[in-house]
Structures are given as structure tokens and as C-alpha cells.
């Protein structure tokens, strides 16, 4: 036989198995793809879980609750709130890290998601990898608290005292590592001053202490800490966030009070495993959407300070991409450590 004969059938064999190739890739993607829709259809069929890696009343549970009781009514599902708090979070996130990703295992977290990856590097999670965002619940603006009793009345007055006894002052946080020692420690950094940093296993113990006076500031979640401004229990010195909080327009910023670079943004957000069908995640948002714009839970949110912060999944993970790089740096330059 003619080489040349030879070598175009041989051609052509390997040409009709390559096409056999992309028909049979095309085919599985299509199933892929259908089986992803018609689950997407059905969900959900039963209650789903909600995990918050806090304590119960803590800013990101609140959040959480409010949420899920309008979110469960439009799905016409249950949703549970479960709370399980410790390690920085870690272990709240472990567990929706190990769940099937069918939907049915949700993570409410706070802007700390994005810190534990520099303070925690050996979890058995990637918090990039094993985790798809759905959308921001809400920006929380922290806002700098201190009891009457310490007598001081302004930022001003608090750096001054820090300074002047280098070291003495305490301050609280969530746990190490959470976003509200980051906003703790963004400030004092800018302000220039040593301080001991007490750590809590959530907001409630961290209050707790600060009411009493056993320790000096915390930079506390608006949410949690509104009504004991009101009642004169706490004295708000400023908010912690990049511009004022609408639940205190009067009380400036940080930045305001002439300390540089000391503003955070706290925000509470949800999260699903990354397998998750991407049908699923995309209806999952869409839902949730429409239960932040609804009148009645925008009325809850706004009474407690909460700022919209609606991302759609793409923006929602590309934002902690970025979050998990520039808080990489500020722990270094704080020495932030883990409990």
C-alpha cells in the first residue's frame, strides 16, 4: 500500500477519535451540567444547617437568625442555627468544611474568615480552596467602647493614657486573631502605643469584662453593643470603620479622631463547601437577595446598625481573596497569634 494512503487513514482514524473524544467530554459535561439544574430544581428538600463558629448573641448569630428565620419562610425549609464556637472560629468551619456540599450545611462567619489563614496555617481546611462565597449579610461597623468608670471621655484621652504607661491598658477582643481584634490593633498601631490585648471566647464574655471595668476597651461589634450606649452603661469614643456608623452619627470615626490607618470593616457574610452545585449556590443567593431587600428584615438590620453589602458569589470571593492578603500583613506587622 502507498505510504501516503497509509498515513492519511491513519490520520483519519486518530482524527474520528479525537472527535469521539470531544462528544464523549461534551456528553458528561451536559450530564454535569443537567444533573447540577435538576438537583438546583428539588433543593431544598429538607431543614438546613446553619453553622456559626461564635456564641450565641454574638454580632455574627444575631445576624445569623434574623437571616435565616426570613430565608427558611421563602424556601420553605427549616433553617438551624448551630452555634459552635472556639480556635478562632476554626472549628465552626471545620465542621461545613468535612459536610457534603449538597446545599444543606451553610456557614454564617465574620470578616475574621479571612484572618485565621495567616494565624491558624495548619487547620485542616483551605479557607480559599474548601469554601464558595455567597454573598455579604451585612457590614457591621465596630464601634470603640470603655465603661464610665475608667474616666476617660474621648480617644484623645485614651491614647494619651496609653502612652503615658506604656503597656498598662487592656483591650478585648472575640478571640485572637477575630476581626475585632484587628480593628483593635489597626488602632493602636496608628496611634503608636503598646497595649495587652485579652482575648474572649466571643462578644457576650468580652462585654462582660468591659462593663465591669476589669478591662479597658474593646472594639465592639455596633450590633451587640448599641443598647448599653443607650442606657450610659458604655461610652462609645468612636467607630472603627472607614466612615460613621447610622446607628451613632454622632460618634466619629477613628480617623476622624486624628489616628491614621485605624479604620476596619467588619462584615458577616455566608459561605457554602466548594463543591457545592454552582446552581445551588447561585439560587441559594438569589434567595438570600431577596431576604436582605425585604422591608422587614431591613428594618431589623437597620435598627441594629447593620450597612448593606450585597456582592454576588464571584465579587464575594474575590473580595476575600483580597482580604486574605492584606490582613496576612497587618497580622505580621501586629504579631497577631492565635489562643
Excluded at 47 to 74: C, M, N, Y
Excluded at 136 to 163: F, H, M, Q, T, Y
Aim: proline share 6%; hydrophobic share 40%.
Amino acid at each position: 500500500m502507498n505510504p501516503s494512503v497509509q498515513l492519511s487513514r491513519t490520520t483519519s482514524r486518530l482524527g474520528n477519535l479525537c472527535v469521539f473524544c470531544v462528544l464523549g467530554s461534551s456528553l458528561v459535561l451536559l450530564v454535569s451540567v443537567g444533573a447540577n439544574e435538576s438537583f438546583a430544581q428539588t433543593w431544598p428538600s429538607k431543614p438546613l444547617r446553619v453553622v456559626v463558629p461564635f456564641t450565641a448573641a454574638s454580632a455574627t448569630d444575631t445576624i445569623a437568625r434574623i437571616v435565616a428565620e426570613r430565608l427558611g419562610s421563602q424556601l420553605g425549609q427549616t433553617l438551624v442555627v448551630e452555634n459552635r464556637p472556639g480556635a478562632g472560629g476554626t472549628i465552626g468551619v471545620g465542621t461545613v468544611a468535612r459536610a457534603e456540599a449538597d446545599g444543606y450545611t451553610l456557614l454564617v462567619h465574620s470578616s475574621s474568615f479571612t484572618v485565621t489563614p495567616t494565624t491558624y496555617p495548619n487547620t485542616p481546611y483551605d479557607t480559599l480552596r474548601d469554601f464558595s462565597g455567597v454573598t455579604p449579610l451585612g457590614n457591621l461597623p465596630n464601634v470603640l467602647v470603655i465603661a464610665p468608670s475608667r474616666n476617660i471621655r474621648s480617644v484623645k484621652e485614651l491614647v494619651a493614657a496609653a502612652k503615658a504607661k506604656p503597656g498598662a491598658l487592656t483591650y478585648a477582643s472575640a478571640g485572637a486573631g477575630s476581626a475585632t481584634q484587628l480593628n483593635a490593633e489597626r488602632f493602636r498601631l496608628g496611634a503608636g502605643f503598646e497595649g495587652v490585648h485579652v482575648p474572649f471566647k466571643g462578644t457576650p464574655e468580652a462585654l462582660t469584662e468591659i462593663l465591669t471595668g476589669r478591662v479597658d476597651y474593646y472594639f465592639c461589634p455596633v450590633i451587640s453593643v448599641l443598647q448599653f450606649i443607650k442606657e450610659g452603661k458604655l461610652l462609645a469614643l468612636a467607630a472603627g470603620s472607614s466612615k460613621r456608623s447610622s446607628a451613632l452619627p454622632e460618634v466619629p470615626t477613628t480617623l476622624e479622631a486624628g489616628v491614621p490607618n485605624s479604620d476596619y470593616n467588619f462584615y458577616v457574610g455566608m459561605m457554602l463547601p466548594a463543591k457545592t452545585p454552582r446552581a445551588v449556590v447561585d439560587t441559594l443567593y438569589q434567595n438570600v437577595a431577596r431576604t436582605l431587600q425585604a422591608a422587614e428584615t431591613k428594618e431589623r438590620l437597620d435598627k441594629l446598625g447593620a450597612e448593606p453589602m450585597l456582592m454576588t458569589p464571584t465579587e464575594f470571593d474575590a473580595h476575600i481573596r483580597r482580604e486574605i492578603s492584606s490582613n496576612a500583613a497587618l497580622v505580621k506587622a501586629a504579631g497577631v497569634t492565635a489562643n
